[in-house]
């Protein structure tokens, strides 16, 4: 029996490529709050939001990871739908 669309078991969120991006140029989560010129809470909160990230925040990742701000939103966007495809499961 062959199973259509199967589920993931696992997604992972925007915080899992962030820390990939952070480890992969060896910076610090501090390093990343200065660039990004937010506090932890704030950084916290946009993580924690089930709204999707804004454009403003994806065009900062963009630039400081060399990757494009559509990039990041749909990492978010995908993961977001996961979650609430995976809650009805």
Same mark, same amino acid.
């Given at each position: 029996?062959?199973l259509?669309?199967p589920?993931?078991?696992i997604?992972f969120g925007?915080d899992?490529?962030?820390q990939e991006q +952070? %480890?992969?140029q060896n910076?610090? %989560?501090?390093l +990343?709050?200065e660039?990004?010129?937010?506090?932890?809470?704030?950084?916290?909160k946009? +993580?924690e939001?089930?709204?999707p990230?804004?454009?403003?925040?994806a065009?900062?990742l963009?630039?400081?990871?060399s990757t494009?701000?559509k990039?990041?939103i749909?990492?978010d966007? %995908?993961?977001?739908?996961?979650?609430?495809?995976?809650?009805?499961f």
């Amino acid at each position: 029996m062959k199973l259509e669309n199967p589920m993931p078991k696992i997604k992972f969120g925007i915080d899992y490529f962030i820390q990939e991006q +952070l %480890n992969m140029q060896n910076w610090t %989560n501090d390093l +990343l709050l200065e660039e990004l010129d937010l506090s932890k809470e704030e950084f916290d909160k946009v +993580l924690e939001s089930k709204e999707p990230i804004t454009e403003e925040f994806a065009n900062k990742l963009s630039m400081l990871f060399s990757t494009s701000a559509k990039y990041w939103i749909n990492i978010d966007r %995908n993961y977001k739908k996961w979650l609430t495809i995976s809650a009805n499961f």
